[in-house]
């Protein structure tokens, strides 16, 4: 059974950092592009960053950029956000993403929410 599941949200102050990870059970991230996206309440989902299946390029939402990495370990079958200097506006559930040409999977989410 395919199965994506995130964790390390929580609440943090403004300039904080936190780390999410989300682990892939079923199957190897090596054959997916894997990302983040994030939903805040009364707004759509978004592509906060992405590792391409392939050539691993990795994109990022220019929101984001110089403040949060996305990597991945392969021989974990995990990927993880570094997110640093967290702003308030980073407030979102966040969800973690696994696509290939075949198949979609979405992990359940993790709350991340920045506030003094």
């Known amino acids: 059974q395919v199965q994506l599941v995130e964790s390390g949200g929580g609440l943090v102050q403004p300039g904080g950092s936190l780390r999410l990870s989300c682990a892939a059970s079923?199957?190897?991230?090596?054959?997916?592009?894997s990302s983040w996206y994030r939903q805040a309440p009364g707004k759509e989902r978004e592509l906060v960053a992405a590792?391409?299946?392939?050539?691993?390029?990795?994109r990022y939402a220019d929101s984001v950029k110089d403040r949060f990495t996305i990597s991945r370990s392969l021989a974990k079958d995990t990927v993880y956000l570094q997110m640093n200097s967290l702003k308030p506006e980073d407030t979102a559930m966040y969800y973690c993403n696994a696509v290939s040409a075949v198949s979609e999977s979405w992990g359940q989410g993790t709350q991340v929410t920045v506030s003094e």
């Open positions: 079923g199957f190897s991230f090596s054959d997916y592009s």
């Open positions: 590792i391409l299946k392939g050539d691993f390029r990795i």
